[in-house]
């Protein structure tokens, strides 16, 4: 009962995050506004969201092969097709619920191509490590060659926000030793209490930290190295350039700075990140960050929504074709044998 509770929540709580973040920006914006944003849906250059598109599949074409090749390095010889399928319903599984996909790509692999999952759970952890190494760099270039402009959108988002909250620590310094103390006794209480289970928590703790450290010697091991290097490099250029692309749907964004397009990918994929499937999170952000370079707040909102609609489609449309193809990709094989 309780695991389905807590499944539910992770289902509702990014959800209603996301839901919560579009009622926020529609409820300021007036009945001209949002009129302006049809208009800039109407507006816009299709031929660019599909070429958006095309970026996103040879994205996941490059992930699968990339997959592969970290798959090979422990001595396992998949069919890319699988792992093609996998990614792209990983990928759609993400949608649904958090971190869903990296478990059900693995349990694909698992059925279908007989791989370890211990050994596809480590090479799908150090895949993580890569992307986030990957994008920690972009995000430092963005800082340093932006940070003119963004110093503002910071101040006021965390750095004003957290001083605020250690101001108002200091007024009730008594009332924190007050909460502080109660809160230390609870968490004893609940240590003694929850004293087996916690035990079980770290004994899976271990068993992921044993799995990422298999999953960097998969890196270390991979043969083809300057393969894994250009698909692992190729994966984030084309993310880079989905964005890059739809600045030229709509006339508004066409002439974005490349700083402008990079401030906007790095703190999007942060809000991908934080909420589920970037649903409202991604459009409000984009909107905030496009206002620094001179974008319209309607502009900004409008090419949020039509970024992140082409990247949602893209992975329904790959993930929902997956799951029809896979059952009947792996019956021919099997039958051809």
């Known amino acids: 009962m309780t695991k389905t509770l807590i499944n539910i929540l992770k289902f509702i709580i990014p959800l209603g995050l996301g839901v919560f973040l579009i009622w926020l920006v529609v409820k300021d914006l007036s009945a001209e506004d949002r009129d302006n944003v049809w208009q800039s849906f109407r507006e816009a250059n299709y031929f660019w969201v599909v070429v ?9 074409l490059s992930r699968a092969y990339r997959w592969l090749l970290m798959l090979e390095s422990l001595g396992y010889k998949s069919k890319f097709a699988n792992s093609f399928f996998a990614v792209a319903i990983g990928y759609l599984a993400n949608l649904a619920f958090p971190r869903l996909g990296e478990v059900t790509r693995c349990g694909i692999m698992n059925r279908y191509e007989k791989v370890p999952l211990p050994a596809l759970l480590g090479t799908v952890i150090a895949e993580r490590v ?12 963005t800082l340093f060659t932006q940070y003119h402009l963004l110093a503002e959108l910071i101040n006021t988002y965390l750095v004003f926000p957290i001083q605020g909250k250690i101001v108002a620590l200091k007024d009730s310094i008594g ?3 007050l909460v502080v103390s109660i809160a230390s006794v609870l968490a004893v209480a609940l240590f003694i209490f929850l004293k087996k289970r916690l ?3 770290f004994e899976k703790i271990s068993a992921v930290s044993k799995n990422f450290a298999e999953g960097l010697i998969t890196i270390k ?30 006339a508004e964004t066409t002439g974005l700075s490349v700083g402008a397009m990079l401030s906007a990918f790095v703190f999007g994929t942060f809000g991908m990140i934080a909420v589920q499937g970037g649903i409202g999170a991604y459009p409000a952000i984009l909107m905030v960050v496009l206002e620094l370079y001179g974008t319209s707040k309607t502009g ?13 489609v893209v ?13 009947s990709f792996n019956k021919t094989q099997s039958e051809e044998k």
């Open 52 to 60: 958006v598109m095309i970026a996103g599949l040879l994205s996941h």
């Open 130 to 141: 890569i992307d986030m190494l990957i994008l920690l760099v972009l995000t430092f270039i």
């Open 175 to 177: 009332l924190v030793i």
């Open 199 to 201: 035990k079980t928590f």
């Open 221 to 250: 091991n991979v043969r083809n190295k300057w393969s894994f290097v250009f698909h692992s490099l190729f994966i984030w250029t084309m993310y880079i350039a989905m964005m890059y692309l739809s600045t030229f749907a709509l």
């Open 300 to 312: 900004g909102f409008a090419f949020g929504w039509l970024t992140w609609s082409a990247q949602t």
């Open 315 to 327: 992975i329904l449309v790959l993930g929902f074709l997956a799951l029809i193809l896979l059952p």
